[in-house]
């Protein structure tokens, strides 16, 4: 094997249209342990980004000391990531990982039992149920639990507390997948699949830095670039990313601009007639009116906001409108920006108008960033319903009842689910005293830090933290849990494609640390939750019975388990849902018969105004009869609210690397992966950077009207008056010379000091990537930024 530092997606294995991807199987053991050393190899799946590769865990003395692909499987064909070959058991692994309960004393988190710790929330919990009712509580959690953790956690909160106020860090990075697909076709749930880039003729990426975010898949896409007859490549990114190096046209639009965009790219297939007009009359409703809002944006006016070529915006539409197979994939780039779901929305119109889905290379893939952040959107550990049902339909609030056998008046429905911008605005308010935070890092990861540090640490919110680490928001909490981490428990978990792989326990937690459904169902047994009959509301003994009672609840929904077992999972590759009796081998792509979700009995919501926010009542969507037909929505083109102006002339961008996940809880404990990119950095333009006689390595001053962040500079090619910053770095290894935490006035190294407490007025996701701010020169660097020179922050006219 390359060295799969320097070397991110590996040797090429070249493949033409329509031919299976070969198998390629990578693996890493730790120093001094060969293959024949391996005592077992346990079969998991890699939860260190949202393209869920299937692997092997190799366990040696009951410890875990290696990993490798399984080239069965669908996902990757035994391929893996930086991040999953160097940050898997490793992350997991260091001396610094919880072991006991912690709970704060005179101020100061100190070692206890599991009994005092439970015992300290329970009461707290009771207490404020008692006095202020069920809306005193919220959860907030992961993209990265289990189903059944998160099964567990909706069950206890919605039929147990009874609170609306649950939400999950995917509000973060994918709430606006869920909410355009929803918007769309009348439920969540990717239509497409990984397979379709081994029959598609064209790849269009929208804000998705795919060579970085989802690296296994990109390798599939740099070997059909690399075979006959290659897909051609639009890229929508203002970096200059190594999806952009590839692309035939890359389109570096300003930031916030992706609406108008699309706009001139629809009104391009519609003036040239590259649609299927058959299609578009059976089985789609709106066209009239996404006809007339996409009229004013002609490729010039488009390029005119959006600072891009109109020449190149005709292109990038002409081959979406010529080519026979078309996939799109869309991240972040989009989903945390400006009009978000809105601009999602045009990427399925674009796909609808083509007719182009569920066909094999004619696909689309709203992209998840998290590993099991699809299941928190199914299991409604995010707020939403479980398996997909709507708020506002009696029916299914009497089926969830029926299910738990429980009163259908605790469930809340009586409104929308509160999403996580507005549980930390009621934390803030103080009708919020009691916040449960389950593997996430808020501390570092939500935006406007200096806000969120002065909610988390308000002495009248108790604060729970369960966890791997002692994280930044770990540090602050009341009680702090210790949870076990993959490889220590079993479960199952759902890709971005669909694709659920079951993940087999390997070895057990270090010292007290328990699974986190473990913690769950001891809370809930401890607060005697109890169904209609008296019996425990969470009457399960492990994961596969909660993974039983999920098979239940997704009976007969969109993300319908009912086929699978953990025994199916087992031995061979991960199965996309809905896996039913029916379709006992699971569903490759939906939507092939050109039926959708929509009717109104059966659809997981009635939809909103893209421009306001504004929910469809239910008579006003059963009126226009979607009898199973999609909609082609769309509002008009708004600039951000906040644009650069003479204080603060820059736009400034937050995202990912290679080298990291999240906020590092676990990559930074991984030697390799710390060592490719250490520390924060900030990239500017080469035009910007000379312009305010920056160079290479010095430390700048970032100032938004939020904050400060400094850092060295890599001078990149990014798009001018755009700045970059990595928003995974935080503080929790950065002591100072004596080994104390920063104070406050030193918090200067989190990306999210600057971002705005703005969310999308739909998906509710909060706008990381339009913040203005302003950059000065510190003083001269010490040498190169400490950034990756093998990705999109590769210094400017370094070609490789």
Known sequence: MTDRIKDIWGIRAPYARDEEWAARVDYALADGVREEDVDRWVQSACVLCSNGCGCDIAVKDGVMVGIRGRAVDVVNKGRLGPKGLFASWQGVASKDRLTKPLIRENGQLVETDWDTAMNRIVERSTQLLKDKGPLSHGFYTSGQLFLEEYYALAVLGKAGVGTPHMDGNTRLCTATAAAALKETFGADGQPGCYEDIDSCDAVFLYGHNMAETQTVLWSRILDRLAGPNPPRLVCVDPRNTEV??????????????????????????????????????????????LKATAEQWTPEAAADVCGVDAEDIRKAARIFGTTDRVLSTVLQGFYQSNQATASACQINNLHLLRGML??????????????????????????????????????????????WNVDPAIIPHWSPPTHAMQIFRYAEQGSINFLWISATNPAVSLPELPRIRRILAKPELFLVVQDLYLTETAAVADVVLPAAAWGEKTGTFTNASRVVHLSDQAVDPPGEARSDLDIFLDYSRRMAFTNLDGQPLLAWSGPEDAFEAWKEASKGRPCDYSGLSYTKLRGGSGIPWPCTEDRPEGTTRLYTDAHFPSDAGYCENFGHDLLTGAEVEVESYKAKEPRG??????????????????????????????????????????????????????????????????????????????????????????????????????????????????????????????????????????????????????????????APTTTASRPAGQDQ
């Not at 960033?369 to 506002?392: K, S, V, Y």
């Not at 769309?634 to 996940?661: C, I, M």
Request: hydrophobic content about 35%; charged content about 25%; overall charge negative.
């Open 244 to 289: 952009a190096r590839h692309a035939e046209v890359h389109l570096p639009i300003k930031p916030g601009t992706n609406l108008a965009l699309m706009h001139a790219l629809i009104r391009e297939v519609l003036h040239n007639n590259w649609y299927d007009a058959q299609y578009v009359q059976q089985h789609t409703l709106g066209f009239d009116e």
């Open 358 to 403: 569920g066909q094999p290379g004619a696909g689309l893939l709203q992209m998840n960033g998290q590993p099991t952040a699809q299941n928190n959107r199914e299991c409604g550990a995010d707020g939403d319903l479980p398996g997909f049902r709507n708020w506002h339909n009696p029916e299914h609030i009497e089926q969830l009842a029926g299910l």
């Open 629 to 786: 037909r999609a909609w082609l929505k769309t509002t008009q083109f708004h600039p951000p609210h906040k644009e650069p102006d003479d204080e603060y002339p820059l736009v400034y961008s937050t995202g990912r690397t290679a080298y990291h996940f999240h906020t590092r809880t676990k990559t930074a404990r991984s030697k390799p992966l710390n060592a490719a990119a250490p520390r924060m950095w900030v990239e500017l333009s080469v035009d910007d950077a000379a312009r305010l006689g920056i160079s290479e390595g010095d430390v700048v001053r970032v100032t938004s009207r939020r904050g400060v962040v400094e850092a060295p500079a890599r001078v990149s090619g990014i798009r001018p008056g755009t700045v970059f910053a990595p928003f995974h770095y935080g503080y929790w290894d950065n002591p100072d010379a004596d080994g104390n935490k920063p104070e406050e006035d030193t918090f200067h190294t989190a990306a999210n000091e600057l971002t705005l407490t703005e969310w999308d007025p739909i998906s509710k996701q909060p706008v990381f990537k339009n913040a203005a701010v302003r950059v000065e020169k510190i003083r001269d660097g010490a040498g190169m930024a400490p």
